[in-house]
């Protein structure tokens, strides 16, 4: 458990880079009785994809599993749930290396202070590795998954990927599986991608409706194929951070496009737009949204000299008796599955090139080439499943 004082900030060495605001939250009871989630969009630069929060229903109240940003929204939300299902009585941060997971588990934990905080090992922050305690988990209510037990483990199984070795520190993720509704809750290692824009642009579609355009002259317009086409392209950018089919322009181009007339709003950034979509753009989404998966991301700068863990932990996932559905932290809400999807994805990661050198990840590979050259992430394949059994 972590003796340290009870912190006012949250994570506060990054609270300037992280308001909170009012950012809108769309709730969603998934089962009813049991299982809740609550969306906000995550991102910067309009290439901006769903962060979820999940709240499990357990014997003692309620369960949070990675908290979003506690808005007033969103706690006046978790209040209602709290007087007809129980207090909230387990706030679980699940990642060791996921920031935007991260950052909101402080102030949640001071919004509910009779609440346990189970967090991950090997907990670490960056450009300074400061203590655990440094990082506003609250004083003597804060556990460690695996080293100092487990919660609610008459319903929920917990599984963990890692630690393994990033260089800058480790990578953990704990899943939970609910084995009273089937349910398998994952944070960032796999998910799936929706072929439509998730319901929380429906809150403001600008994200979607900036990148649907051809150029910088062109207003915003919002109907139901430009959605999807934004849609489209910010999949890709969150998955390869530069799309295959993408080219920037020459600063003359982009500037001779700008501040055209019903573009000189900050909302459509007074028309800068500095990409060209070439024809095909689009050939890679189709891939991207075949069911589960692993984020191009992941598998290319954080999973590529450890595919056995990974493979051992999908194949861990898919032996849990019961399984229906994966609520992942990302994109969609809710995807059916059963143990043989996740046997299938095991053996269709094994079979093939790992990591994937196609040339979408072309610029993923570059990084991780240069990461690597530069002696910031470990050379060598990492061993096992880790040490969370
Ligand atoms: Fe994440």
Sequence with gaps: MI??????????????????????????????????????????????????????????????????????????QLR?????????????????????????????????PNATVWITQQQWSFPLNLPSRWLGFPAGRTRVLFDEGLPHPDQLDWIG????????????????????TGTLLVTDALLAIPKEPPAIFDFDPTPLLFHARESGNEPLLDYPEQRRKGWMRTVLFASYLRPLGLEVPFWREIFANAFAPGCRTARIHFGLYPFR???????????????????????????????????????????LQGLERLVPAHYARSQPINGSDLVHLANELEGRTWPGETDAMGTLGQIDHWLLRIGLVPQDEQPGIGNTP
């Design 277 to 319: 979509w070439k024809s095909g753009w689009d050939s890679e989404f189709e891939t991207l949204t075949n069911g589960i998966c692993v984020a191009p991301v992941l598998e290319r700068l954080v999973f590529p000299r450890a595919r056995a863990p990974l493979l051992a932990w999908i194949r861990k996932l898919a032996g």
């Design 3 to 76: 003796a340290n004082s009870e912190h006012r900030w949250p994570w506060w060495p990054l609270l300037p880079l992280y308001p909170y605001g009012n950012r809108p939250t769309l709730v969603c009871e998934l089962l009813k009785g049991r299982i809740w989630t609550f969306e906000q969009l995550h991102g910067v630069w309009y290439v901006a994809v769903p962060i979820r929060m999940t709240i499990l229903k357990v014997r003692e109240g309620l369960l949070i599993y990675a908290p979003v940003a506690p808005t007033p929204e969103v706690l006046t």
């Design 161 to 180: 990927l890692g630690p393994l070795d990033l260089g800058l520190g480790a990578f953990v993720e704990v899943a939970c599986f609910d084995r009273v």
């Design 80 to 112: 209602r749930l709290e007087a007809e299902h129980g207090r909230v009585c387990t706030i679980v941060l699940p990642t060791a290396s996921g920031l935007e997971h991260k950052l909101p588990v402080p102030a949640m934990a001071r919004a509910f």
